[in-house]
């Protein structure tokens, strides 16, 4: 190892002695170093990543969605205290994509599963740097590895914005969890078809109270719904469930069902085939990104592309054209 320490850092050994014995105040050091965007904190990051690699991996994934407001952190909270319980350590990273372009983030405007962040088996992070949600998706996904190296065996993903992340959520989980409210149409609860489609079970939170026979119903609606998509390649029928995260019911069952997914995968080998396809993604994520980064981050290239937005605003060139010289002129210079 070359132990690369630049200023005003920990040496990559310090971070990654510190990762790897669990040490919650390195380790978010180390979660700074790779949502990093200076130079010398990516090579720092490359190198504790690098290191705690063969130490990573060993924990299930969880993808959490559902539109604000569904009690997604109420019920991270309840299932969060349940996976303690039982013995386990949660690390927990919440994507907030509204926050990339206004400053206001969602997380910031409240206090987010607070018993649950007094717990030493716990550990929350935003994850919501990087200008782009390949970005945030590629930082995350490191994140998260960094989380399991430091002994975290559930990880849980959630997205809090609106209908943006949740396909790179599900490209770096194991299994996918969807939130939903009863007596509200998809369209209501800003749902697409797709992301119905990633779900590997449903949960209808807030049955309790009056809510009960609604949920019920919604249940059996989703169930239909659901039975209309083509079996999934793990093989698992997705499961639709009932649940109140504040009164602390149907958390058990969300835990057992992803038990029951975890066992079938290990043993037809779509865990693994899964996460390797996942891997190989991976990399094409960072190629794009970093491509993007090289191009857009180009001096020259920012001013050419002004000149062209005038000239094909007045009709002077095409846009296809446009995008061919452009392109042309990067790889000279590249
Ligand atoms: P998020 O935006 O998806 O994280 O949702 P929150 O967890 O912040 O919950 C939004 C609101 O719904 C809060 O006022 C919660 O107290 C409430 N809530 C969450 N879960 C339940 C539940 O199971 N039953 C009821 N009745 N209310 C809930």
Request: glycine share 10%; net charge neutral; aromatic share 6%.
């Amino acid at each position: 190892m070359k132990n690369y320490k630049p200023k005003g850092r920990l040496s990559a050994k310090e971070y990654i002695d510190g990762i790897l014995s669990g040490d919650r105040v390195i380790l978010s050091r180390g979660i700074t170093i790779v949502e990093s965007n200076l130079e010398s904190d990516k090579i720092l990051a490359k190198e504790i990543i690098h290191a705690i690699l063969p130490h990573s991996g060993n924990s299930i994934r969880i993808g959490i969605t559902g539109v604000p407001g569904v009690g997604k952190s109420t019920f991270i909270e309840a299932f969060g205290q349940h996976l303690i319980k039982k013995g386990h350590k949660v690390g927990i990273l919440s994507i907030d994509p509204s926050s990339q372009r206004s400053k206001g983030s969602i997380l910031g405007d409240k206090t987010r599963m607070e018993e649950l962040a007094n717990l030493d088996e716990a550990y929350i992070r935003p994850s919501a740097t990087g200008d782009t949600l390949g970005g945030v998706a590629n930082k995350t996904g490191e994140t998260m590895l960094l989380c399991e190296a430091a002994g975290y065996d559930v990880i849980l993903i959630e997205t809090v914005g609106v209908g943006q992340s949740e396909t790179a959520v599900h490209g770096l989980t194991d299994f996918f969890l969807l939130l939903m409210l009863s007596g509200a149409g998809d369209e209501l609860q800003g749902i697409k078809k797709g992301i119905m489609e990633m779900a590997d079970m449903v949960v209808i939170n807030k049955a309790d109270g009056d809510n009960i026979k609604k949920s019920e119903m919604a249940k059996r609606q989703y169930q239909n719904a659901l039975h209309i998509f083509p079996l999934s390649e793990s093989g698992w029928s997705p499961v639709v469930t009932t649940a109140s995260a504040i009164k602390n019911i149907g958390i058990d069952t969300v835990w057992n069902e992803i038990e029951k997914y975890k066992t079938l995968v290990d043993e037809n080998g779509y865990f693994k085939k899964n996460r390797s396809n996942q891997q190989i993604q991976w990399m094409y994520n960072n190629i794009n990104e970093e491509l993007k980064r090289m191009f857009y981050g180009s001096k020259a290239i920012a001013n050419q592309l002004q000149d062209l937005e005038k000239d094909i605003l007045a009709s002077k060139i095409s846009p296809v054209k446009a995008a061919q010289l452009i392109i042309e002129s990067f790889k000279k210079n590249m």
